[in-house]
């Protein structure tokens, strides 16, 4: 059972999780809508109504990158509180040590993890794929804009020895719908012998279906098409293994899509990196709980100094680009997944008990 101050300290904690959060997103919204806005003013089918819902349906997705932050954040806000309203000198002066009353934070920064993990990450890669294909219905082609594909190339055996090159603007569906799509269909040669610039691109069974389609022969003749049917042997598990985003996948999907990358040969490092970084979210969360604790629990009478609550968030940055950066190593295989989504949550956490243990047991 909890303690009356544990409980109020929990709650307390929840609270400011909250506000943070909502201070947070309602900031995200208005900046995604501002910058969306801008960038799809021009596009056929855009209206403001469009663009508020989807950069609403942008939110949870930005949720689930800002959550560390906001344990941060909030842990900081409440025991600079406390503080300030000596909380913590009476619950230390009748004997209640750091730990006793950090727990109950630590808790609340665990369960908020979980729920994130547990519900808004599923809500956030339904949202993702939605706003992907929202985006592709509504959107303008741009058939000339190839030198900026940003989906990487791939390719699938045409027959004859040639082989077709596929590359795309963006996708959604887990990569079986591409947008600005482009097809070159190359012979045994290497000569270039068509290309086809379509709108869309579908897999379906046997084939890619592409709509609104402009031809382009060798010799430069152009032939514009309504729609064009390409055979292909692709699977779709092999093209969303190819071209999916982790982030759209559920974290109750993710081990499946590890399996099946594993069945067809392929490296699951990116869909199992997105999985262990989730179920590293709750712990990521009291670490940097506990980071705001090494900065915010030592009394000061006229507060916290801006430079020590500074050094708090900059350490909570740093621990933040050191994920980024195993989380890339371990999306190309330099360092196995696990150990890139534990290994800088778990030297965090030794980071922030050993200076506890320092500064409040001596």
């Known amino acids: 059972m909890m303690s009356t101050l544990s409980r109020y300290l929990f709650r307390r904690h929840l609270m400011m999780v909250v506000q943070v959060m909502a201070a947070i997103v309602v900031v995200a919204y208005l900046v995604d809508f501002t910058e969306f806005a801008r960038r799809a003013g021009g596009w056929p089918s855009y209206t403001v109504a469009k663009g508020l819902y989807l950069s609403a349906m942008r939110m949870p997705m930005i949720a689930m990158l800002v959550w560390p932050f906001v344990a941060l954040l909030a842990a900081i806000g409440v025991l600079m509180s406390l503080n300030r309203r000596y909380e913590l000198v009476v619950a230390r002066s009748v004997g209640v040590s750091a730990w006793q009353f950090l727990a109950p934070l630590c808790l609340a920064s665990f369960l908020v993890g979980t729920v994130a993990v547990t519900v808004v990450n599923p809500v956030a890669a339904w949202s993702l794929s939605a706003v992907e294909e929202l985006e592709m219905t509504f959107r303008g082609w741009a058939p000339d804009r190839s030198d900026e594909l940003a989906v990487p190339w791939f390719s699938q055996d045409a027959g004859d020895g040639g082989i077709t090159i596929i590359g795309a603007d963006r996708t959604a569906r887990h990569g079986q719908l591409l947008g600005d799509a482009v097809f070159l269909q190359v012979d045994a040669g290497g000569n270039l012998v068509e290309r086809y610039d379509a709108r869309t691109a579908t897999l379906e069974a046997g084939h890619w279906h592409l709509e609104d389609v402009r031809r382009t022969?060798?010799?430069?003749?152009?032939?514009?098409?309504?729609?064009?049917?390409?055979?292909?042997?692709?699977?779709?598990?092999?093209?969303?293994?190819?071209?999916?985003?982790?982030?759209?996948?559920?974290?109750?999907?993710?081990?499946?899509?590890?399996?099946?990358?594993?069945?067809?040969?392929?490296?699951?490092?990116?869909?199992?990196?997105?999985?262990?970084?989730?179920?590293?979210?709750?712990?990521?969360?009291?670490?940097?709980t506990l980071i705001a604790a090494t900065v915010s629990l030592r009394f000061a009478r006229m507060g916290q100094s801006a430079s020590v609550i500074l050094g708090g968030i900059l350490a909570g940055f740093l621990l933040y680009v050191a994920l980024v950066v195993f989380t890339a190593f371990g999306n190309v295989g330099f360092i196995p997944p696990v150990l890139a989504a534990w290994v800088p949550v778990v030297v965090a956490m030794f980071f922030g008990v050993t200076f506890l243990l320092h500064r409040e047991d001596g």
């Open 217 to 288: 022969f060798g010799d430069r003749q152009k032939e514009v098409l309504e729609a064009a049917d390409l055979p292909t042997e692709l699977r779709p598990e092999f093209v969303e293994q190819q071209l999916a985003a982790p982030q759209a996948t559920s974290v109750y999907e993710l081990p499946g899509k590890v399996r099946v990358a594993r069945a067809l040969g392929l490296q699951p490092n990116r869909f199992a990196m997105q999985f262990h970084s989730l179920m590293a979210l709750p712990m990521l969360m009291v670490a940097m």
